[in-house]
């Protein structure tokens, strides 16, 4: 399992409470472990507020002169702006609203008096993992380019031998322009499962994120690397031409005509031969490779390449 470590240097918290010590006490807390605080004393303008400021979290209590709690968690659960920001609920010991709280879109909640441990977990795991979904593409729920250059940028730090494989479709612009984007999407689905999948083969020293479009990276050690590769292109050559023949029947074009294959072109770069000491030179590299491999035209089969290229060995 790959875990970003990605904290924030400082996460932006709200507090909506028309209690002053409730709020004197919990911003204490989150002072303290470097978080910045932003206080509501009621929900009249909340949500203005929370507009403005795009909180990662606001701890929202459910009882409040004027406009509610609920009123404010409905609010946010109903415009696109705020959908996405966890919110947990914080309740009197007799309140009957906590299911209704739930059902509205609430992340969690607490009883006053507030436990201020169990709160700065909560908070911490919410945002943690929060975090962890925004790092992940739309569409295949795969890492995306933050995650990817953050473990890159790891590897690097930590001086461990990586093979860095940038993974581009060849005439996959050619589908979406004849079936749709829908159409191509099975492709780009394809490829996800296909990369996941691998983790069952190789679940040590694996990594698998989607960049974008029809853009892929793995990351993979020196010794497994061309099993690797050979295991992603020999079964994406397999089932894609599938694809391609469920789209031309779907479709109801009898022939094929100019409708070329979708293959892969595999940019391989390790420093293992390369003297590599920031992100930026390893997808400098991958991306000469990758051009390469697309100077070749009417491609049948996907295509590997690794960068063979040595630099000079330097001691310290």
Known sequence: MFHTGMERIMNKIMIIDDSEETRGLIKKSFLKNGNMVLEQPNGTNAFKNILKEQPELIILDLNMPGKSGIDVLKEIRNDQRTVYIPVIILTGGEDFNKIQCLEIGADDYLNKPVNINELVLKVKNLIDRQNIV???????????????????????????????????????????????????????????????????THPYDYFAGHIGGDDFVVVSGYENWTEIAAEITNRFDIESKKIREELLNEFNLKEAGNLPFVVLSVAAVTNVTRNITNYGKVVEIAFEVKKYLKSFKDKKKSMILMDRRKDPIVKE
């Not at 795969?142 to 940028?153: D, Q, T």
């Not at 790891?154 to 860095?164: G, T």
């Open 134 to 200: 925004k790092g992940l593409h739309p569409l295949t729920q795969m890492p995306a380019a933050p995650l990817i250059e953050k473990l890159v940028r790891d590897k690097i730090e930590k001086n461990e031998v990586f093979v860095y494989m940038y993974i581009d479709m060849d005439n996959f612009k050619k589908y979406n322009d004849v079936f749709g984007y829908v159409s191509g999407d099975k492709i780009i689905k394809l490829l996800s499962q296909i990369l996941k999948d691998i983790y069952e």
